[in-house]
């Protein structure tokens, strides 16, 4: 292994390429400080995951000033869902923008054409490095004293070729994702996971509502479909517990005979005719609540520091909003040098609470509607869905009140524990009315029974918000 001595300094590390690491190295380049951003793989990455970006996280991309980064990449304006159960329809449109007095747009499009338009936004930046390279550990500070406080002063990169490099900074962000190797520096906390997503490529399938994200409730999970491309539309598929093997055919198999059968008849022939070519591939879906960043010279962001079901699209709402936040806490009016340790850790701390405003309604209405959507055959969860679905049909304010939570327009937690309980009240009312009075006692059991799972269902997710 060659190694290179030159030393090079800057005042920002970014670890990782991805919808984080640009967003934050543009960021802080047009503040005037030096960044590194350091990717392992430059080239267009190929992910089934990050292709639809709610209104919420529009509003921040355009407030970092990289709304362009969703034009020219043949992207699809998306207006809102279609929820399918049981071969019935309702439409969730977007609210109206209050900031356009238009109705709110996501973007759906190709993950990896977006990633190298943020790439090349950042490396369009004054004062921003791009470098390719993998991160292989970090560099401590050492001191003579025994209890060291191990603050992070640098990284040791390597390329392809096994040249190592050393790079010093007075703050590093970590953001590499999902399968993150830094993240055991700030927390003991792993991503629990419970299912995964397979997903593949429709080609010129028309969806029941165009410019619409699709949930379609069906046995054991749901199923998202939406558009991606001018001829492409994204299909996936949750398969919870243990993922079938891809290389006996056994997946191949599960998607033909358990969810094939459940989706609607418009959409059945072009799943089965894309099961025939397309590269069947997963994405484990997780959850990790957030942790408090208070090691020295280091910041962790993005999936590494806190994931959610990938089921409401908002990943990269959150993402955007923190390095919206991050560059507000840490400018150069408030931090004039990322050499102030003691200032910077103050910030962190102050940046974990108020991203609570944005962040708890999103991770927690993810986890929340992927247990009511996930039924499967508990009862239950069952009537919640039920109930859910008929909450959606009552239209008005029960329809833009999630949607609004979803899309990262409404930022109240408060609003979120209205709706769920709503919806819970509501599934018992519609269970009443169908059971009569002759069923009063079973009724009267079920009410219990059905109060107690939702609050199962959201309160341990609001709990791990809030408590960390």
């Not at 790079?167 to 520096?185: N, Q, W």
């Not at 891809?246 to 969810?259: A, C, F, H, P, R």
Request: charged share 20%; hydrophobic share 40%.
């Amino acid at each position: 292994m060659a190694t290179m001595n030159e030393i090079e300094e800057y005042d920002l590390i970014v670890v990782g390429a991805g919808i984080v690491g640009c967003a934050a190295a543009k960021a802080f380049g047009q503040d005037g400080r030096r960044v590194l951003l350091l990717e392992r793989d430059l080239s267009e990455p190929d992910r089934i995951v990050g292709e639809l970006l709610q209104p919420g996280g529009i509003h921040s991309l355009k407030a970092l000033g990289l709304e362009d980064c969703v034009e020219g990449i043949d992207g699809i304006p998306c207006y809102g869902y279609g929820v399918i159960r049981e071969d019935k329809l309702v439409e969730i449109p977007y609210p109206m923008d209050t900031t356009t007095e238009k109705q709110a747009t996501g973007k759906s499009f190709h993950h990896g054409r977006f990633i190298q338009k943020l790439r090349k936004a950042a490396s369009c930046t004054e004062n921003v490095t791009i470098k390719e390279l993998t991160v292989t550990s970090l560099i401590r500070e050492q001191e003579e004293e025994e209890e060291s406080n191990n603050k992070v002063i640098g990284v040791t990169a390597q390329s392809k070729t096994e040249e190592e490099f050393k790079f010093y900074a007075p703050l590093t962000i970590v953001c590499d994702g999902l399968f993150s190797k830094f993240r055991k520096e700030i927390t003991t906390k792993t991503p629990d996971v419970r299912s995964n997503f397979v997903g593949f490529i429709l080609t010129d399938c028309e969806l029941p509502l165009p410019n619409h994200g699709h949930v379609i409730l069906a046995k054991p999970s749901p199923i998202l479909m939406y558009q991606i491309g001018t001829h492409e539309t994204r299909v996936l598929v949750d398969v919870p517990g243990k993922l079938p093997s891809v290389s006996n055919g056994d997946l191949k198999t599960y998607l033909q005979e358990t969810v094939a059968p459940r989706l609607p008849e418009s959409l059945r022939s072009k799943f089965l005719e894309a099961l025939e070519t397309e590269r069947l591939r997963s994405m484990p879906n997780g959850f990790l609540p957030p942790s408090l960043n208070q090691v020295e010279g280091m910041i962790v962001l993005g999936d590494a520091m806190n994931m959610r079901h990938p089921l409401t699209g908002g990943g990269m709402t959150v993402a955007f909003n923190d390095v919206v936040l991050l560059r507000q806490l840490l400018s150069k009016e408030l931090v004039p040098s990322f050499t102030e340790t003691e200032m910077v850790c103050h910030q962190m701390k102050t940046f974990h609470w108020k991203r609570k405003s944005y962040c708890t309604a999103i991770n927690v209405l993810a986890m929340a509607l992927y247990r009511l959507f996930a039924a499967n055959d508990n009862i239950d969860l069952e009537i919640l869905q039920r109930g859910c679905f008929a909450y959606f049909q009552l239209g008005g304010e029960c329809v833009n009140g999630p949607v609004g939570l979803l899309s990262g327009l409404i930022q109240r937690p408060m609003i979120l524990i209205y709706h769920f309980f709503s919806v819970a009240f509501y599934a018992i009312y519609i269970e009443m009315k169908r059971n009569g009075w002759q069923q009063f006692h079973k009724t009267l059991l079920m009410f219990f029974t059905v109060i107690f799972t939702a609050c199962v269902t959201i309160l341990p997710y609001l709990w791990s918000e809030m408590k960390y």
